[in-house]
């Protein structure tokens, strides 16, 4: 049982849009998290085209749920082995939010990585990730240690 | 500036003595050196600047503060730099015991053990720990495999270890949240998390981000009844909870697990506060500050997380540059504002930080609300000031500005501030 429900198909939706015979028009659930109001987004598609967004109660739900149907990104944080420091791992994200259905390929990949200290924030561990076009960075400094 | 673990190293007299070095500390430092406080000390008992932030590794800081999204770690040291860009000397490993009326600061450290530095002013900024498995009493066995979200988040952000292959979450904290997901990308199995209240206790984003991307399911009204497992955890049992959160035990059953994390809610870290006499507020289980963030102790101020538990370090810092502002005013001679308003929770409001405020500057007001309300909303300070807002939860905190003009008209000493249905107020209008 979630709270949210997962994006679903409304019985009933699959009716033919009467300007293009053949295809199907689709509705889709979201929860917009512009803010507390979490408002339930449905969004009617057809082949992967927006055709309206229902439910916002401000324009940031609209864009909100259009993103979120069409390509949705979220930023992937996570930590890397780094030898040579006081900590043993050091935290990185990317650079740029990525596509949803990669952040855990993405995050698999830097589970085998190691560095060694020092690194500065910025620096990047791994250039187009996983052909993303977006670069896995270090978000902080970490000086080597004697020893 | 001076950045040591030796408090041999320090002046002996600072204006402003900061203790802890987490957002509210620096901001604090920032606020007292800008208010032209010339010696300005910041302590932490960890090998490092930083507090709570540098295990927060997720993107969700800094929007309000530096305009960008950014993480736990580079909100810490982009803000630290700015501390050691104004000339703040910063004393790691030092532990602060106690301030001595006078403004005697009693610290701890590992290379001469007890010693000591005058303050003109001290700001407390020990931040908030977290609630353990004593504060709620599940019963059971006392297997490892069980322990705090926080914890887990250093073990696994810090030190690079796991906590166990497969976890249930008891609470849907953010913090909670957060772990859910960091866990399941690090290739932990997350069972599912628990929450006793009909509602998650996070942010919706955190619900959509951590839970459902991950196809991770949210037991709402449903919590831990039960630990099992000799010396590692085995399994927990869970039950549906009816209306008054009284578990139903003949619908309990059982999730097999190794790891249990605990994400049920931080309580402020005010021990100090105690020590050195202050008042304390039942509601927040911080301090009783005035609108400088002055505590009942004159020349102790504080700020953050040990006043109240924030859910944004931006408005930890917002507030602790008020208590450094007024520190450092105070330790150069200012007079301190008449505090002659009182702030008291009225209506679906847990609580109100500042306690008090003057009505000669301008202020901030923050509180949080007791239950959501899924619509327009009205917060309102008395009947001198009101703002509308889209909802409210209570894991958001709402704040409300009192300008001094807003106060022109009024002559009583206490205000209330009340959270309720905007639709309340069009009671008695017109349907049409
Ligand atoms: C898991 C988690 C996720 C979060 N996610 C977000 C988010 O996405 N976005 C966001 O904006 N905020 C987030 N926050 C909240 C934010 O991080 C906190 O509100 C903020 O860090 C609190 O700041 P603070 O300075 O009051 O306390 P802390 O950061 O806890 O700092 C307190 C410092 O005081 C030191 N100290 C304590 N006692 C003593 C003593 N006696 N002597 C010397 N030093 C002492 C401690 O070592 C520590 O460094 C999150 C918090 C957590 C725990
Ligand atoms: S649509 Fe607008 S009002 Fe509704 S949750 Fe999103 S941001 Fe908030």
Known sequence: MTAVPEPFDVAGAGLHDPREPGAEVTTHAYLCTGCPLGCRLEVDARDGDVLEVRGFSCRRGE????????????????????????????PVRTAEPIPKAQVVTVAEALRGLRIRAPVRRGDVVLADALGTGTDVIVTRDLDRVAG | MVLTAEPRNLASRYDVVIVGAGPAGMAAALGARDRGAARVLLVDREVEAGGILLQCIHAGFGLHAFDEEITGPEYAQRFFEQVLEQDVDVLTDGYVMDVASG??????????????????????AMGARERTRGAIRIPGDRPSGVMTAGLAQKLVNLDGYLPGRRAVILGSGDIGLIMARRLVLEGVEVVGVFELLSHPSGLTRNVVQCLDDFDIPLHLSTTVVGIHGRDRLERVTVAPVDDDRVPIMAKAWDVDCDTLLLSIGLIPDAELARTVGAQMDPLTGGPVVSGTMETTV???????????????????????????????????????????????????????VPHTISSDRPHTVSFRVRR?????????????????????????????????????????????????????????EDPS
């Open chain 1, 63 to 90: 864009r909100y749920g259009r993103q979120e149907h069409v390509d949705p990104r979220r930023p992937l944080s996570t930590t890397v082995w780094v030898e040579g420091a006081t900590i043993r791992r050091v």
């Open chain 2, 372 to 428: 959501p309300i899924h619509g327009p909303t009205l917060l309102r300070l008395s009947d001198v000031h009101q703002r509308k807002v889209r909802a409210v939860v209570p894991a958001e905190m709402v704040t409300l500005k009192v300008a001094p003009r807003l106060l022109e008209g009024f002559h009583g000493d206490v205000l209330r501030v009340d959270a309720i249905p905007a639709t309340d107020d069009r009671a008695g």
């Open chain 2, 103 to 124: 403004g005697r600061v009693k610290l701890m450290s590992p290379s001469v053990g007890v010693t000591g530095v005058d303050a003109g002013a001290v700001v407390l």
């Open chain 2, 298 to 352: 004159p020349g102790v101020f504080a700020a953050g997380n040990v006043v109240h538990v924030n859910d944004l370090a931006d408005w930890v810092s917002m507030e602790a540059r008020v208590a450094g502002d007024g520190a450092g005013a105070l330790a150069t001679g200012a007079r301190r504002p008449e505090q002659d308003i009182r702030l008291l929770p009225g209506d679906n409001v847990a609580y109100v």
